[in-house]
């Protein structure tokens, strides 16, 4: 009644679509979509190359620490906190996965560069305890996360815009995190 | 010998009474239909994903593109513990999903599979299976009361807009189609499209898109998927449903959309036509069905939800008088089906 009104305040009608073709366009461009390959990247059988500079999960080279517990001062989200190691003189930082908010400023204000930052984000945890690691598990932890993204078991892929065919995927190499040298 | 004749005379029984058991059983009843369930979610599903570029149901069986998904579900539905809400009015709630899923496949005793392949046949069965079909909403409309929560009390009121609604159109438009026919019954309806080489598509095609637009209404289906309006009313009337009752609502559109198309195969698309030996015409016919099926529901990932208010307006003030017209247009064909 009001889109009627307005419309004849403005001295004329609409012009409105054709209604059986409108439909019609419509089916028909949902059957063309219908033979289109998905662009889905078919995740747990392949994933995706991180870019570098990524921040996954917190990584910590055990040997390089002097136990300053900058990382923990720093720590925005109380992740990390120092933990006394039987047999070790320092404190140690010890690593809560849960907590973490992937900021990096752990591995900025490290001055002896023992934390660094993975290329891992998806890791699954069986409960809420193994995601709060002390420093001897985090470190052990932290080699296992290397070996992974030096040779990741599945087969890495890399999306790419092309203007005409949208988004593709293609074959990436496993890239390390940088952070280990 | 004819297997139908052969188990008659094995149990003692009259063929008859097997014949009205074994079509809303078996063909085209209760065990086709699961398997058509099964077929046509899972290729909606399929579609759906095609066409926004996703994978879909994949994981389970993957060689097979994740067909037996629907399997899986209906396997955990049939083990999921039933929860009955305290407010709500047990046995309505419990029974009418059952009675609901029953009293549409009934349906099937009326509707033929195939040539000679029929529960009853009557010279009324278009109307008496019609009438069985719309028995199903005030089913619907008790879960939703019984349920006693807010969702389902508004999903119970549009169910009850909705069958009103569509179900006149519906009826118009079926009895354009038996007034272009002349008769009411599902097998000299074909017979008739079949002497005459006019399927009833050609003859009267806004009968026949007015019959599938007003199916889509009453099965719940996009763009008129009101009464299931997920975003909006979570399930509608079969919101507080769990285990295998929720089973059986989710299948009750998808029964309701076989025995419609079923409908819609003998009335506008010749039924079995071109044969006459049993096993062919009922496949004949299910391919059709299933046709139908198909791209009903690939309709979901073509059009939005319509408004409650702009479906009503637009079913009462044009589909409705389309449909009269359509009944007027079928007395001026009548006499390409009339008998010479």
């Known amino acids: 009644m009001l889109e009627r009104s307005v419309d004849r305040r403005r001295g004329g009608h609409r012009s409105r679509p054709n209604v059986v073709k409108a439909h019609l366009d419509a089916i028909a461009t949902a059957a063309k979509r219908l033979l289109e390959p998905p662009i889905t990247l078919p995740y747990p059988d392949y994933m995706e190359a991180r870019p570098p500079g990524y921040r996954g999960v917190i990584l910590f080279h055990y040997e390089k620490c002097i136990g300053c517990s900058l990382c923990a001062q720093i720590c925005p989200a109380r992740a990390i906190k120092m933990y006394r190691v039987p047999g070790d003189k320092r404190l140690r930082p010890g690593y809560n996965v849960g907590r973490c908010i992937f900021c990096g400023l752990c591995v900025d204000i490290c001055p002896v560069d023992a934390l660094s930052e993975s290329l891992v984000h998806d890791k699954v945890y069986e409960d809420v305890p193994s995601m709060d690691m002390d420093p001897v598990d985090w470190a052990l932890w932290s080699r296992r996360v290397m070996d992974e993204e030096r040779s990741p078991e599945k087969p890495l892929l890399r999306a790419r815009l092309d203007p005409e065919r949208g988004i593709v995927y293609e074959e990436a190499q496993p890239a390390s995190s940088g952070g280990e040298g | ?340």
């Not at chain 2, 006149?168 to 017979?191: H, K, N, P, R, W």
């Not at chain 2, 050609?202 to 599938?212: I, R, S, T």
């Not at chain 2, 030996?277 to 099926?293: E, H």
């Open chain 2, 1 to 340: 010998m004819d297997p139908l004749a052969w188990l008659a005379s094995a149990l003692g029984l009259p063929r008859w009474a097997l014949r009205a058991v074994a079509a809303p059983l078996v063909y085209p009843g209760l065990l086709t239909f699961m398997a058509v369930a099964l077929f046509v979610i899972w290729a909606e599903r399929k579609m759906a994903a095609r066409v926004q570029m996703r994978v879909g149901p994949l994981y389970v069986s993957r060689r097979l593109g994740g067909a037996l998904q629907l399997l899986a579900d209906g396997i955990r539905f049939a083990f999921q513990e039933i929860i009955v809400p305290v407010g709500a009015e047990k046995w309505s709630f419990i029974l009418s999903p059952i009675l609901a899923f029953t009293v549409a496949s009934l349906a099937f005793t009326m509707v033929p599979g195939g040539p000679g392949v029929y529960g009853f046949r009557s010279s009324l069965s278009l109307i008496a299976a019609y009438a069985i079909l719309s028995l199903v909403p005030i089913l619907v409309i008790i879960m939703g009361w019984a349920s006693n929560n807010k969702f389902t009390y508004i999903g119970a009121g549009r169910e009850a807009l909705v069958a009103v609604t569509g179900e006149a159109t519906l009826l118009a438009s079926m009895l354009a189609a038996a007034m272009m026919y002349g008769s009411m019954d599902f097998v000299s309806i074909v017979e008739e499209q079949a002497r005459s080489h006019v399927p009833g598509i050609v003859a009267n095609p806004v009968a026949a898109l007015l019959f599938f637009i007003a199916a889509l209404l009453v099965t719940d289906r996009v763009p008129f998927d009101l009464v299931m309006g997920e975003q909006e009313i979570v399930q509608g009337p079969y919101t507080e449903y769990t285990g295998i009752l929720y089973a059986l609502v989710m299948a009750l559109d998808y029964l309701k959309l076989y025995v419609l198309m079923l409908m819609f195969t003998h009335l506008f698309l010749a039924g079995w036509a071109p044969f006459s030996d049993p096993l062919l015409g009922s496949v004949w016919v299910f391919a059709k069905t299933l046709a139908l099926m198909l791209f009903a529901v690939f309709l979901r990932s073509v059009y939005g939800r319509m408004r409650l208010d702009q479906v009503a307006s637009m079913f009462w003030s044009r589909l409705f008088p389309l449909a009269l017209t359509a009944f007027a247009l079928s007395a001026l064909i009548h006499p390409v089906y009339a008998q010479p």
